[in-house]
């Protein structure tokens, strides 16, 4: 009877677990729907800076990509990694594919587009200009004239020109290196007769329907750092609700990221700049980056020199960029509280791929390594579970004389562990190493831009995404998604199977309900894991193989521990053969 009830004890807490997690993942991280709409974008500099409204609000129909990049004489950007446009009408960089990676695995993909101009479904740009009193300054509509050069490339940079009629020449020099970095420099001429106040900005706009959700473990948002890091604390849903979020004065750098890319403005080295947050309605953000004020006098020059990253979050360019001077650049990838071990791990891997040339082979190499690591570990573990056996006589003779008073039993066992000088939570260290390490890994399954659309061997074409081969839609043969805890693949099956012959191979636990919990959990993690990156599946197959395998080693350097669990199993058997009997 105590069996039955502690089975569906086991059976409903499973249950729990398995519907819980789908109902959690599903209520508070939903998928985020495509926008039907895309409302108007402010484009002026920051709410807390005292300048005019400027006209140039998006329309409000969405705008076909098509016509939107047809209907200027755009100039065109042509780079290693990056292809797109200038808008003349603006100055806005509103156009831009990352020509080195795809929407989706199949080699017909289109281009990763990052930004977009306003209006339409995807509306994401950057632009560059002043604001100040008592003087007319470009805006939205300004139509800017091509002052120097005809194509921006990383050999030939594009200066844009604009003359207000009142004695001031604004200029706006455009220059991009081999990766993703596009440097502005911003110049105003006064050749007026007076002195003029100007603050030079810039700003990145988007829209958040088309933006990464943010989750408890991936940030994707406004992102911003200074003298005291990286701040991943707000998200869209936050700056809406409080409005205009000031970042300071001495904002080193500001902008939106999603898991994979990042659009940032950085600021000048030697210059203090204010960085802020804030909506521009109905569903678009703004991330501004505005000057301290200088006077122009006449006949006088000056520039701001601003960057704007619009690219993919690739580790070794971001470190590139931080070795040029942009401060914290490398932690726009959010490794989280495991970055010590997650930063590491990255680069062993990466090591090993380019040994192997296979990421899904260089994971399970890591897995290796990692196992090889932790093996004196293993070995203390099984000790201990040794002697835990050896106890374990002295452990039931004091349960049973003590089973009317707790606390002395407590003591009683206490002081049994102490003279037999055994440790019932060492078995548990192999365990709580694992926990940083796996959630370290599955970071970097996340995070890591380079692993994206990597394929393994057969159908795993992607180790950054589920396996794709369900067993519900008959591997891809009937045309429909299962729903995310029902997408069983092959993997999850093989992670389920190793998982099972890892427990059954470990010696049984005493309690009954620890025996039916380990009995059902590799099947409920079967459900729960499926919808993980295939790669963080392999891992984690992969450390149940070389789990199984040191096993067995260890069992041959402990015979006596192997004898003893034999020796429970079959005097579990005859006991449920004896109470099978007599129920008949």
Request: glycine fraction near 6%; aromatic fraction near 10%; charge should be negative.
């Amino acid at each position: 009877m105590d069996n039955q009830r502690n089975l569906i004890l086991a059976v409903v807490l499973s249950a729990v677990l398995l519907f819980g997690w789908d109902f959690t993942m599903r209520t508070f991280y939903p998928e985020t729907d495509a926008p039907s709409e895309v409302a108007s974008s402010a484009d002026t500099p920051a709410a807390n800076v005292a300048a005019p409204a400027v006209a140039g609000d998006a329309p409000a129909e969405v705008i076909d990509i098509d016509i939107a990049l047809a209907s200027t004489d755009r100039i065109v950007i042509d780079a290693p990694e990056i292809h797109g446009s200038i808008n003349p009408v603006g100055a806005r960089v509103d156009d831009i594919d990352l020509k080195t990676h795809r929407e989706t695995v199949d080699e017909d993909s289109d281009n990763v587009r990052m930004f977009s101009p306003a209006g339409t479904d995807a509306q994401h740009f950057a632009q560059f200009g002043w604001v100040g009193e008592g003087v007319s300054v470009p805006d939205a509509d300004t139509v800017w004239t091509l002052a120097d050069g005809d194509q921006l490339t990383q050999e030939t940079p594009v200066t844009l020109g604009w003359d207000n009629g009142n004695g001031q020449q604004f200029t706006l020099r455009y220059e991009i290196d081999e990766h993703y970095m596009l440097t502005v420099t911003q110049g105003v001429t006064n050749s007026g007769e007076g002195s003029v106040a100007l603050r030079p900005y810039a700003f990145v706009n988007r829209d958040s329907a088309n933006a990464s959700p943010s989750t408890f473990t991936v940030h994707a948002g406004p992102i911003a750092a200074n003298a005291d890091g990286v701040n991943f604390d707000w998200d869209y849903e936050d700056v809406l609700e409080e409005g205009p979020v000031e970042m300071g004065g001495a904002t080193d750098w500001i902008g939106f990221t999603d898991i994979y890319w990042m659009s940032a403005l950085i600021t000048e080295e030697g210059q203090s700049a204010a960085g802020t947050f804030r909506s521009a309605g109905n569903g678009t953000y703004r991330a501004d980056l505005i000057y301290e004020p200088v006077n122009v006098g006449a006949g006088q020059s000056v520039t701001r020199t601003t960057r704007l990253f619009a690219g993919a979050k690739e580790s070794a360019v971001l470190s590139q960029y931080e070795a040029q001077g942009v401060e914290r650049f490398n932690l726009a990838i959010d490794w989280g509280w495991f970055r010590w071990i997650a930063w590491p791990m990255w680069q062993v891997l990466i090591f090993l791929f380019g040994l192997v040339g296979n990421f899904g082979l260089a994971i399970i190499c890591l897995t290796l390594a990692i196992r090889l690591i932790l093996f004196p570990v293993a070995q203390k573990q099984f000790t201990s579970m040794a002697q835990m056996r050896a106890v374990q006589p002295k452990m039931k003779a004091l349960q049973e004389r003590y089973k009317d008073d707790k606390q002395e039993l407590q003591q009683q066992m206490a002081k049994l562990y102490k003279e037999e000088k055994v440790n019932p939570l060492a078995g548990c260290l192999p365990i709580f190493i694992q926990i940083p390490i796996f959630f370290a890994l599955y970071k970097v399954l996340m995070l890591a831009i380079e692993m994206r659309h990597e394929p393994f061997f057969g159908w795993i074409k992607d180790l950054s995404a589920p396996d794709p081969a369900t067993i519900l839609n008959l591997f891809g043969l009937l045309d429909f998604t299962p729903p995310g805890f029902l997408a069983i693949g092959v993997l999850a099956v093989l992670l389920g199977f190793t998982m099972w012959l890892q427990f059954k191979l470990n010696p049984a636990a005493m309690d009954p309900m620890q025996q039916q919990i380990f009995m059902i959990m590799p099947w409920v993690l079967m459900f729960v894991m499926a919808p993980f990156a295939a790669g963080l599946l392999i891992y984690w197959i992969a450390n149940n193989v070389l789990t199984l395998a040191q096993q067995k080693f260890l069992y041959s350097r402990n015979p006596q521990l192997k004898a003893a669990m034999l020796k429970d199993k079959e005097e579990k058997a005859r006991a449920a053969e004896r109470e099978k009997a007599e129920k008949a």
